[in-house]
């Protein structure tokens, strides 16, 4: 098991020294908090990879939008010079 680069060993000398620091009244209390914060850190980094993932959808889809129009666009000066050329010229 490997937590933010922290092994089991690791882990559990930290929890020991959370024992003698906090004392086993406020360890459950510590537990809580910190589990808050490490959910409230998921939900923010969901909400931010959503948002950012919707704002990637909306430029990717003026950037096709855009490319069409320049190809109409294109296509259209393209048929007007071939029009122009085509015409006898008296």
């Given at each position: ?6 092994g089991?060993?690791?882990?559990g ?8 620091i ?5 360890l459950?209390?510590i ?21 950012f ?12 939008s855009?490319?069409e ?13 071939e029009?122009a050329g085509?015409?006898p010229?008296?």
């Amino acid at each position: 098991m490997n937590i933010f680069g922290i092994g089991l060993p690791e882990m559990g000398l930290i929890m020991v020294v959370a024992l003698l620091i906090f004392g086993p009244k406020k360890l459950p209390e510590i537990g809580r908090s910190v589990g808050k914060a490490v959910r409230g850190f998921q939900e923010a980094s969901n909400e931010f990879q959503s948002e950012f993932k919707r704002e990637a959808e909306q430029i990717e889809e003026a950037v096709k939008s855009s490319a069409e129009l320049e190809t109409k666009h294109l296509q259209a000066a393209k048929s007007e010079k071939e029009a122009a050329g085509s015409s006898p010229m008296t």
